[in-house]
């Protein structure tokens, strides 16, 4: 069966500090890859998505980036936190349209 | 931009009442999908409804797609205190699911 991992669960960073989530999907090959992000109690903005290794798609320009170095490995990065980009941070992959598969989420609070 | 408005962004209701969550939006999805939020947890699918006019039920949850796939809505029959929680809409555009803001529900016993 497919698994999705996704870590660390909580974070606190200094503003200026640089960031790294990961996002790792077992048990199935050339998935699409998320990267989602909450704020509290509402709905989920579209950060990045991934149809395949070093092909991604930035739907808000911000302070983030994102990278497929493998097929089911994701990764949300940036080089210098602010204090907006805290909140809840979800990865999710989804077999090319149909029913996502979300992870357990990394609450980031930028300090 | 694909944009959808849900509607009522909070509902309290008392234990055994009915109630209707409403998706709504301008642009034509291939599928709208309805998924359950509990606090600190990601968002967990309940259903995904492809063709238009379709209805699904899942318990006493029934979830149906408009004729023209731009709207959906979720409704449940004698709610539960174990039905509380973020309920969430998103309509998939391409490779892009777009989720709506969220209805908070809170059941009371």
């Known amino acids: 069966s497919q698994t999705i991992h996704q870590w660390p669960a909580t974070l606190v960073q200094p503003v200026g500090s640089p960031l790294s989530l990961e996002c790792t999907v077992e048990?199935?090959?050339?998935?699409?890859l998320y990267w989602y992000r909450q704020a509290a109690g509402r709905g989920l903005q579209l950060l990045f998505y991934s149809v395949g290794i070093g092909q991604i798609s930035s739907e808000v320009p911000q302070n983030l980036s994102a990278s497929r170095p493998q097929d089911r490995q994701f990764i949300l990065s940036s080089k210098k936190l602010l204090l907006s980009d805290s909140g809840f941070y979800l990865c999710?992959?989804?077999?090319?349209?149909?029913?996502?598969?979300f992870g357990s989420g990394t609450r980031l609070t930028v300090v | 931009t694909q944009l959808l408005e849900q509607s009522p962004q909070f509902l309290s209701i008392q234990e055994g009442e009915n109630l209707t969550v409403y998706c709504n939006s301008s642009?034509?999805?291939?599928?709208l999908q309805w998924y359950r939020q509990e606090p600190g947890e990601g968002p967990v699918l309940l259903v995904t409804?492809?063709?238009?006019?379709e209805v699904k039920k899942l318990k006493r949850l029934t979830f149906q797609f408009g004729d023209a796939r731009k709207d959906s809505s979720l409704h449940i029959t004698a709610a539960q205190p174990g039905d509380t929680g973020l309920y969430l809409c998103a309509g998939q555009y391409g490779n892009k699911l777009v989720f709506g803001a969220g209805t908070i529900l809170r059941v009371k016993s």
């Open positions: 048990g199935t090959s050339n998935p699409n």
């Open positions: 999710a992959w989804s077999p090319a349209g149909h029913g996502y598969t």
């Open positions: 409804v492809v063709t238009g006019g």
């Open positions: 642009s034509v999805f291939s599928s």
